[in-house]
T-cell receptor
């Protein structure tokens, strides 16, 4: 079963920042927090991951709470191409990737 | 390397027929995963491999489903005696061992329609 909780959907205006929350209160010390997104009619694609510290890459930033029980994916300037379902996933030593329902992000022009 | 490729992209079959899908992972990736996704749902884990060894098979997976990765490279997923409820997108992904600290790469999927 998925070990994360995300809102079903969110809306944002184009060219504005988007903060996608994820709760993972049962996270263990060795779980990595991963984010993937799935554009319409495509397979999921990796966005970002982290363990304890905040992370930045060309796509997004990941802010991890100090107690690691929640995290936030930040898209700094949303575009229409960012409309997708975003999945927050915990990966443990078993390496399985277990998806939940994700957050469907709508971008308004 | 062009990423994870899946074949075919679409398959229409009659109920009761057997179907087989192929996944070619990224060449150096040891881990290979299979998922099933129905409309409006997140991908559902089916099984995964480390090289040629099948590590786990979802308890939700019936005995009609079998997966192999005979030489630790490509993998096949076979569904025997297909049912209409098997209609879904079947996704394959690959990653390196220790993948909890690396990314997984997904294919475009095989869309199965059982009529």
């Amino acid at each position: 079963d998925a070990k994360t909780t995300q809102p079903n959907s969110m809306e944002s205006n184009e060219e504005e920042p988007v903060h996608l929350p994820c709760n993972h209160s049962t996270i263990s010390g060795t779980d990595y927090i991963h984010w993937y997104r799935q554009l319409p009619s495509q397979g999921p694609e990796y966005v970002i991951h982290g363990l304890t510290s905040n992370v930045n890459n060309r796509m997004a930033s990941l802010a991890i709470a100090e107690d690691r029980k929640s995290s936030t994916l930040i898209l700094h300037r949303a575009t229409l191409r960012d409309a997708a379902v975003y999945y927050c996933i915990l990966r443990d030593r078993d390496d399985k990737i277990i998806f939940g329902k994700g957050t469907r992000l709508h971008i308004l022009p | 390397d062009t990423g994870v490729s899946q074949d075919p992209r679409h398959k229409i079959t009659k109920r009761g027929q057997n179907v087989t899908f192929r996944c070619d992972p990224i060449s150096e990736h040891n881990r290979l995963y299979w998922y099933r996704q129905t409309l409006g749902q997140g991908p559902e884990f089916l099984t995964y491999f480390q090289n040629e060894a099948q590590l786990e098979k979802s308890r939700l997976l019936s005995d009609r489903f079998s997966a192999e990765r005979p030489k630790g490279s490509f993998s096949t997923l076979e569904i025997q005696r297909t049912e209409q409820g098997d209609s879904a997108m079947y996704l394959c992904a690959s990653s390196l061992i220790g993948g909890m600290n690396t990314e997984a790469f997904f294919g475009q999927g095989t869309r199965l329609t059982v009529v």
